[in-house]
């Protein structure tokens, strides 16, 4: 199955593909990923999820849990191509690991379960992936299962991922039918043996050709409805000729105004072929990228994927392993040499590569260099963080790093033994660095130490961690979640005075502002609004512009603690109406003073409400179970927003405070007879019943 557009590349980037699996929890990725590189060559034995043998899936949790948690590189090569492939988590919690690594991707595959669709975690990796500007190619899978259907996926493509399917398939054989696939580019059929891994091409099946004919002609009138060159022949020929149809899909994938639509069964080895076929062919190598940009001293720089170019580099990812502490690169120019010294921009600091690592997840092979387009570890960096940019020393540059959301639910952790604390301390240390979505502080209150994630499973996988890492008992307190403060009515005119004098030189601030609660913006139900708004309507210069910066800034400080119980305040917007200023007295230090002060005042002669944080829970559940199921969702504050029937079970929809949804796995199975399964995806945060605050 070669065509001309899968020539040995040119030029070696040209053949470097860097791309992600991205998917729901258990739409299959890390089985799509195993049988790519069994078919690549990569490995010699087909690892399998739930045998724990699988090569992405080695941390001893995730065998025992049967999920993916951390992201794992893996390298293969396919057709003269050589693909960086990273699986990526698909549960919510680790939505982390998700972020950090399309920052440094290419493309992706987004696999869906041909039963189920798109779920509510396949919808958010999406939305990462457009923030990221990252394109892909969708693979729906299990279409072996009972109840697939390749047209009702790809419907909920359409109206769930508000973007443009484009089918290169048709199905031979449904469910446990299924055996092989329609190649509609070129009106030839795919027919896999029992066993899979191989296939025999031949003519369409005469049941299936005019079915074909129509989805090909579908095909055709979609393409040229997006691509200009596709119209034109479109217009002249009444068709769109195979290479023509190649050439616009690659130009659609790449723009992401349309997704390349494949189908299989990676369990049983039927699709992938194809399905590396269309990586190859329509995702985009480190040449067909914008060059990346970054900053040095305010001014806005690009770097070229360049070998020749200065070295530059993102670390997306730390982790401590037996070898050593492996620092995760993406290399966007230049070359890395074994022993060459580089920069750490941030830190200011010069660290030295001792070795340069080709990963295949918890294997490792050296190599010398590393050039633009690679993905690698390295190991002797002593320093460097997850989001920091390794420069040549002669040609800094600061390259945007990866976004790290805000920790909802926290636990208090302490060692068993007195004697473990400090080793306790040097643990969450290390586990932050590898996972900038976990934080750790002390209680100023209680002093107790904090352990604060993305979720329930997240905390009980980072324990887990330090408890097998480092041989530590630990005990864990009931999970908290993040409240925040909002105001409901504010006030308007307060007036605060800030004056001082202590033998030196005074301070003097007069500040008069107005408090108003801000609208989320957000079309999700959630508070996606922005937090805090500050403008100043202050006239003839009563305060000038530099001591109005001091003001928003001492209010910035306010926000930290809300007069309902200390949480911080968001959905809030303030405006400095009035002001007096003092020739000798006034500064910038007494102005941020006054804001601060002042705002403290205003929201304590504000009505305020508190938030808790919310997710939307989707539950699938037998239709014998669902009346014992929605009514312990009312018992846990949810409200029902849709439900639908789906081959003998119900999927329910619910928004669910956070806080309620502790040891709901636990509660959920026992109702359903281990037969019910849950995903959640935060949403934002909801006013609080008032008993909430404590």
Not at 61 to 79: L, N, P, Y
Not at 517 to 531: I, M, Q, R, Y
Not at 568 to 596: I, N, Q, W
Request: some cysteine; proline content about 5%; aromatic content about 4%.
């Amino acid at each position: 199955m070669r065509t001309e557009l899968h020539r040995q590349p040119t030029s070696p980037l040209n053949g470097v593909r860097n791309l992600g699996i991205l998917a729901h929890v258990d739409a299959g990725k890390t089985t799509v990923t195993e049988r790519i590189l069994y078919l690549t060559g990569a490995v010699h034995k087909q690892g399998e999820v739930h045998d724990g043998t699988t090569v992405t899936d080695f941390d001893s949790q995730e065998r025992d849990r049967g999920i993916t948690i951390f992201a794992a590189a893996v390298s293969c090569s396919w057709d003269g191509h050589r693909i960086n492939l990273i699986d990526t988590p698909g549960h919510v919690d680790f939505s982390d690991e998700v972020e950090r690594s399309l920052r440094v991707l290419d493309g992706a595959i987004a696999v869906f379960d041909a039963v189920a669709g798109v779920e509510p975690q396949s919808e958010s990796v999406w939305r990462q992936a457009d923030r990221h500007g990252v394109p892909r190619i969708a693979f729906v899978n299990k279409l072996d299962r009972a109840g697939a259907d390749l047209d009702t996926a790809v419907a909920s493509i359409r109206d769930r991922l508000h973007t443009v399917p484009l089918v290169v398939q048709l199905p031979i054989g449904s469910e446990n039918g299924f055996s092989g696939v329609v190649d509609l580019l070129r009106m030839r059929a795919l027919v896999w043996a029992d066993g899979g891994g191989t296939f025999e091409e031949g003519q369409v099946p005469e049941v299936l050709r005019d079915e074909a004919q129509r989805r090909r002609r579908l095909l055709e009138e979609t393409v040229s409805e997006l691509h200009p060159a596709a119209l034109e022949e479109f217009c002249a020929q009444s068709s769109v000729s195979e290479r023509t149809l190649r050439s616009a899909l690659r130009d659609l994938t790449r723009t992401g105004e349309g997704v390349v639509v494949l189908c299989g069964s990676a369990y049983r080895n039927r699709g992938i072929e194809p399905l590396l076929e269309a990586v190859v062919s329509y995702l985009p190598s480190p040449l067909d990228v914008p060059p990346v940009r970054g900053a040095l001293d305010g001014a806005v720089q690009e770097r070229a994927a360049d070998p020749a170019a200065p070295f530059a580099a993102l670390v997306f990812k730390v982790s401590s392993t037996e070898t050593g502490r492996l620092t995760f690169l993406r290399v966007y120019s230049g070359t890395i040499r074994k022993g060459d010294t580089v920069l750490d921009v941030g830190a200011r600091r010069h660290e030295r590569v001792g070795r340069i690592l080709r990963v295949q997840a918890g294997r490792h092979g050296d190599v010398d260099t590393a050039v633009a387009g690679d993905i690698v570890a390295v190991i002797g960096l002593k320093a460097a963080r997850t989001g920091a940019t390794l420069c040549a020393p002669a040609a800094p540059l600061v390259l945007e790093p990866p976004t790290a959301a805000d920790p909802v639910v926290s636990v208090a952790v302490e060692a068993r033994r007195r004697t473990d604390t400090e080793r306790l301390v040097t643990a969450l240390a290390r586990l932050v660095e590898e996972d900038p979505s976990l934080a750790v502080r002390t209680d100023p209150e209680t002093g107790q130490t904090v352990l604060s994630g993305m979720g329930e499973l997240h905390l009980e996988v980072a324990v887990e961690k330090i408890r097998r890492a480092h041989g530590l008992e630990i005990g864990v307190g009931r999970p908290q979640v993040a409240y925040r403060e909002t105001v409901a009515r504010g006030v308007s005119g307060l007036v605060y005075r800030h004056v001082k004098q202590d033998g030196g030189a005074g301070q003097f601030a007069h500040v008069v502002i107005d408090t108003e609660p801000l609208e989320a913006t957000g079309d999700d139900g959630g508070d996606s609004g922005p937090d805090f708004v500050f403008r100043s309507t202050v006239v003839g210069g009563r305060v000038p512009q530099e001591y109005v910066r001091a003001v928003e800034a001492g209010c910035r400080d306010a926000l930290a603690e809300g007069p309902l119980g200390g949480h911080p305040v968001t959905g809030l917007r303030v405006t400095l109406t009035d002001g007096a200023t003092h020739s000798k007295d006034s500064s910038e230090m007494a102005f941020r003073t006054a804001g601060r002060f002042a705002l403290r005042e205003a929201l304590r002669a504000s009505a305020m409400v508190l938030l808790e944080p919310v997710a939307e829970v989707t539950v699938t559940v037998p239709d014998e179970a669902v009346g014992g199921v929605l009514g312990d969702l009312a018992a846990r504050r949810g409200r029902v927003s849709g439900s639908a029937a789906r081959a003998g079970t119900a999927v329910i929809t619910a928004t669910v405070p956070l806080a309620e949804l502790f040891g709901y796995a636990t509660r959920l199975r026992s109702r359903t007879q281990g037969r019910g399964t849950f995903t959640t995806r935060p949403t934002g945060h909801a006013p609080a019943p008032n008993q909430a605050a404590g």
